[in-house]
Nanobody, 125 residues
Framework: VQLQASGGGLVQAGGSLRLSCAAS????????MGWFRQAPGKEREFVAT????????DYTDSVKGRFTISRDNAKNAVRLQMNSLKPEDTAVYFC???????????????????WGQGTLVTVSS
């Protein structure tokens, strides 16, 4: 599956952005989807994951209550709604797709076998 992320940009602290990830290729509903981010000088970190059906989601603690992951299997898309953004949310955000395991949610980057190109989110203070 090929992934194309979009929606990044510059926003003031407290603002909102919605990231989108369009998938093409293999059956989208076969994949657990996730969002990761990588800030300058830091390692890539897990942000959110959603199950194949969309019924289950989970988030890293720092974004719980502010970010929402969703998917539309009919449109082959996954989204990340980001509210109450903070300067520490500044990073390149990547969407990822995984199908290697039978688990409901994937938290490790190693479990994902397809990655988008990344979209930059910059939050100014």
């Amino acid at each position: 599956v090929q992934l194309q992320a979009s929606g990044g940009g510059l926003v003031q602290a407290g603002g909102s952005l919605r990231l989108s990830c369009a998938a093409s290729g293999r059956t989208f509903s076969n994949y657990v989807m996730g969002w990761f981010r990588q800030a300058p000088g830091k390692e890539r970190e897990f942000v959110a994951t959603i199950s194949r059906s969309g019924s289950n989601t989970d988030y890293t603690d720092s974004v719980k209550g502010r970010f929402t992951i969703s998917r539309d299997n009919a449109k082959n898309a996954v989204r990340l709604q980001m509210n109450s953004l903070k300067p520490e949310d500044t990073a390149v955000y990547f969407c990822a797709a995984g199908s290697r395991f039978g688990g409901v949610l994937y938290y490790s980057a190693a479990w994902y076998n397809h990655w988008g190109q990344g979209t930059l989110v910059t939050v100014s203070s």
